[in-house]
């Protein structure tokens, strides 16, 4: 037993490998979009009160101490390098898969279908957002949290380790201060109680209470924050890009329903993974799994992680349903259903497992030799593909640090006294490869309050015209800063 233990930890230590080599080319991706929000009023808090008010202010409807908390250790520590944040966020994408692989495995007592869970979900490009830019990384780290929400009540249920009430604590504080969806982490913890946990194990008053109270704890206490101040979460500034004045405005079950089913249908299933047959494949042997062992199949649980799967599309879909297939486009959302229906392949695929055990020798290393292609399909088109997308981001980078080093190198050479007046154009979105990275024009001042250090922003005066005397400095650099001479020279 402790050597089929030893190689599944093996193999799972495998996937997540699989997983850092994944995603190793968008340790490049630096601060974009929403980032350049949050940075820019980060630089603005001088101060100890202003510091605070920065982390409890709201961004759009999302209450995000936790996630602001790691833009400012990584900016105060690292400037604009981005991969310390991506370090976070790989640990954060290697701690689901972990705790995925031992819920799963707790609630089945099979290592192999513990597996298949944890493997989906890390090999699945459907939520690559997430996983690949900062600015929506907070997505995965409530993921993570909602996940240890139920997974720290469930393990305190079956150890009676009072560890586990400390960790379901903090998950529950930590939740709702990630995404707004959070919120509901709560709601899925008495769910999961009564489909997931033993009844023996919550038999007593004294056996819940120690079961669901720490947890609740924390959410309530975040909730009571967030409620006291929902005004900023209600009349949220982007509910005006889609000519609606608040969330209530905005709200629409009718078309979260229906950007549901279609999201699930038409993006979930088929595109699961990078290649759409490994994808389809998947859903139909979990499929023939379903109805060959139904007798079999543990349905509460099934029945939880399926329920998850929609819900947390429809909740989220009821807020979006204004911006229609843009929202739908956006694969972050994903990320909670990739999840859900990655246990639930695995719920599907448990009494299979045992049953491809009992073949005989040929057939189960053919078996094998088939799960080994699929998922080296999965590996190498999930690189590509994250590869891919990944590589339009790489200039924005760039232009920070050269515009950064030619202040300093012109200040350097003018003398300590000396000062530069750069026009404060807009930068708007254009091409893929343009250095704009905002939704919406914003001038180069905005962006230079965290590109450049505050003395260096001392020496700049923002006008119409650029200095001649700066443009003839860069243009007889321009092997040394090649992307600021193509964006500031007219």
């Known amino acids: 037993m402790a050597r089929t233990g030893g190689i599944h930890t093996l193999v799972l230590l495998g996937l997540l490998l699989a997983v850092a080599y994944i995603y190793f080319p968008s340790f490049f991706v630096t601060y974009l979009w929403d980032d350049c929000d949050i940075l820019h009023s980060l630089v603005q808090s001088s101060n100890g009160t202003e510091l605070l008010r920065w982390f409890l202010r709201f961004h759009n409807e999302h209450f995000i101490p936790c996630v602001k908390l790691v833009y400012f250790l990584c900016y105060t520590n690292f400037w604009l390098n981005p991969i310390p944040f991506h370090l976070v966020i790989i640990g954060a994408l290697f701690s689901i898969m972990v705790i995925l692989n031992n819920l799963v495995f707790q609630l089945l007592d099979d290592r192999n279908a513990a597996l298949i869970a944890s493997g989906i979900f890390g090999l699945s490009t459907a939520y690559f957002p997430c996983a690949q830019s900062l600015s929506q990384s907070h997505i995965l780290f409530c993921l993570l949290f909602m996940l240890i929400m139920l997974y720290a009540p469930y393990r305190y249920a079956m150890t009676r380790r009072r560890g586990w009430q400390w960790i379901a604590f903090i998950s529950g504080l930590a939740a709702p201060a990630t995404f707004a969806l959070g919120l509901a982490s709560g709601i899925w913890l008495l769910v999961f109680y009564f489909l997931c946990i033993p009844v023996r194990e919550r038999d007593t008053p004294q056996k819940t209470a120690g079961i669901?109270?720490?947890?609740?704890?924390?959410?309530?206490?975040?909730?009571?924050?967030?409620?006291?101040?929902?005004?900023?979460?209600?009349?949220?500034?982007?509910?005006?890009?889609?000519?609606?004045?608040?969330?209530?405005?905005?709200?629409?079950?009718?078309?979260?329903?229906?950007?549901?089913?279609?999201?699930?249908?038409?993006?979930?299933?088929?595109?699961?993974?990078?290649?759409?047959?490994?994808?389809?494949?998947?859903?139909?042997?979990?499929?023939?799994?379903?109805?060959?062992?139904?007798?079999?199949?543990?349905?509460?649980?099934?029945?939880?992680?399926?329920?998850?799967?929609?819900?947390?599309?429809?909740?989220?879909?009821?807020?979006?349903?204004?911006?229609?297939?843009?929202?739908?486009?956006?694969?972050?959302?994903?990320?909670?259903?990739?999840?859900?229906?990655?246990?639930?392949?695995?719920?599907?695929?448990?009494?299979?497992?045992?049953?491809?055990?009992?073949?005989?020798?040929?057939?189960?290393?053919?078996?094998?030799?088939?799960?080994?292609?699929?998922?080296?399909?999965?590996?190498?088109?999930?690189?590509?593909?994250?590869?891919?997308?990944?590589?339009?981001?790489?200039?924005?980078?760039?232009?920070?640090?050269?515009?950064?080093?030619?202040?300093?190198?012109?200040?350097?050479?003018?003398?300590?006294?000396?000062?530069?007046?750069?026009?404060?154009?807009?930068?708007?979105?254009?091409?893929?490869?343009?250095?704009?990275?905002?939704?919406?024009?914003?001038?180069?001042?905005?962006?230079?309050?965290?590109?450049?250090?505050?003395?260096?922003?001392?020496?700049?005066?923002?006008?119409?015209?650029?200095?001649?005397?700066?443009?003839?400095?860069?243009?007889?650099?321009?092997?040394?800063y090649p992307v600021v001479v193509l964006k500031l020279l007219p």
């Open 212 to 480: 669901l109270v720490p947890p609740l704890s924390g959410w309530l206490l975040t909730t009571a924050w967030y409620i006291s101040s929902i005004n900023q979460a209600i009349y949220a500034g982007h509910y005006s890009q889609v000519g609606r004045t608040s969330a209530f405005d905005a709200c629409d079950l009718g078309g979260g329903v229906m950007l549901t089913l279609k999201t699930v249908a038409f993006h979930l299933i088929p595109n699961l993974f990078a290649i759409k047959t490994v994808s389809l494949l998947l859903f139909g042997l979990a499929g023939l799994s379903l109805v060959m062992h139904w007798r079999r199949i543990m349905k509460r649980p099934i029945f939880f992680f399926a329920l998850w799967t929609l819900a947390n599309y429809c909740i989220i879909y009821t807020f979006r349903a204004p911006w229609a297939d843009i929202a739908v486009s956006r694969y972050r959302y994903s990320v909670f259903s990739v999840l859900g229906i990655a246990a639930c392949y695995a719920f599907c695929f448990h009494p299979a497992v045992a049953w491809l055990k009992r073949l005989p020798v040929i057939g189960a290393r053919s078996a094998l030799a088939g799960a080994v292609l699929i998922i080296s399909l999965a590996v190498w088109s999930s690189a590509l593909f994250i590869r891919t997308a990944t590589a339009p981001t790489m200039l924005w980078y760039e232009f920070c640090k050269e515009f950064r080093e030619a202040i300093t190198d012109y200040v350097r050479d003018k003398g300590p006294g000396s000062a530069v007046r750069i026009k404060n154009r807009p930068i708007m979105p254009r091409a893929e490869s343009d250095i704009a990275i905002y939704p919406e024009p914003k001038p180069l001042e905005f962006y230079a309050s965290f590109i450049l250090p505050r003395d260096l922003r001392a020496k700049i005066t923002w006008g119409d015209e650029t200095d001649p005397a700066f443009l003839g400095f860069i243009a007889t650099r321009r092997d040394r």
